[in-house]
């Protein structure tokens, strides 16, 4: 009687240990994210992010200089959808999504027209709060390729 016990707790164990594994190895079966695939990752939509230190006090300048400086660039540019730009107040920290129609088109602009504009914005910035540094620092700079 006591090995009668014995085996049919052995086989509730494995079977509790059987089904623990039946889900943890299909958790995730039901998930699905479209890979994109190498012969077309250029062809579709990719966001540019990036995030500034913006602080409080200077978040008013930013804005301005960013609505005057690079939003009429931007908007020059071939291939470009729109932005988005979200500001933290905890962090001080702003948070910029550049759409782009494709990689192909946002990576075709140069560097140097990049730099340029750059430079015009951190000129105004200067010029407006009568400094020599440039306040925003760069954070993280990446981007997002949309799915599915």
Wanted: aromatic content about 12%; some cysteine; overall charge neutral.
């Amino acid at each position: 009687m006591k090995k009668i016990f014995n085996l049919k707790q052995k086989l509730i164990h494995l079977c509790i240990i059987f089904i623990f594994l039946i889900v943890m190895i299909f958790q995730n079966g039901f998930q699905y994210a479209e890979a994109i695939n190498m012969e077309n990752y250029q062809d579709k939509i990719v966001t540019e992010e990036l995030r500034l230190q913006v602080p409080f006090e200077l978040r008013e300048v930013w804005l301005k200089a960013e609505k005057n400086i690079w939003e009429p660039w931007l908007r020059s540019k071939d291939g470009f959808l729109g932005r988005q730009i979200y500001w933290d107040k905890e962090k001080e920290e702003a948070l910029i999504l550049v759409n782009w129609k494709n990689k192909k088109l946002w990576k075709s602009i140069s560097m140097k027209e990049v730099n340029d504009v750059q430079e015009k914005f951190e000129e105004d910035v200067k010029s407006n709060l009568k400094m020599t540094k440039n306040p925003f620092t760069l954070i993280y700079e990446g981007e997002l390729e949309k799915q599915g």
